[in-house]
């Protein structure tokens, strides 16, 4: 079920009217989806078992943070970053 949700949370975030919103929006889901593997669903329910989870979410955020700045101005990056 997790995943169907995920999956349809990609394709309406990338079939998005504004290029620009899509990855904004795209950096924020990787980033969040990351931290809760990481701070929730590891601690709490599926420790190390979730670990290959963890590194491929991990994987996915560094590269939508890497077409992110090649969208975007540095300035730009850092203050998405400090968000």
Same mark, same amino acid.
């Given at each position: 079920?997790?995943?169907?949700? $995920? $999956? ?6 990338? $079939?998005?009217?504004? $290029? ?27 420790? %190390? ?11 996915? %955020?560094? %590269? ?20």
């Amino acid at each position: 079920m997790r995943r169907i949700a $995920t $999956t349809n949370d990609v394709l309406a975030i990338a $079939t998005g009217a504004n $290029t620009y919103a899509n990855l904004l929006d795209m950096v924020i889901l990787a980033s969040l989806n990351r931290m809760n593997v990481e701070d929730y669903w590891i601690p709490e329910f599926y420790g %190390e078992s979730a670990k290959p989870y963890l590194l491929a979410s991990q994987d996915v %955020e560094k %590269e939508i943070w890497r077409i992110a700045a090649t969208m975007l101005k540095k300035e730009q990056i850092s203050e998405l970053r400090v968000l």
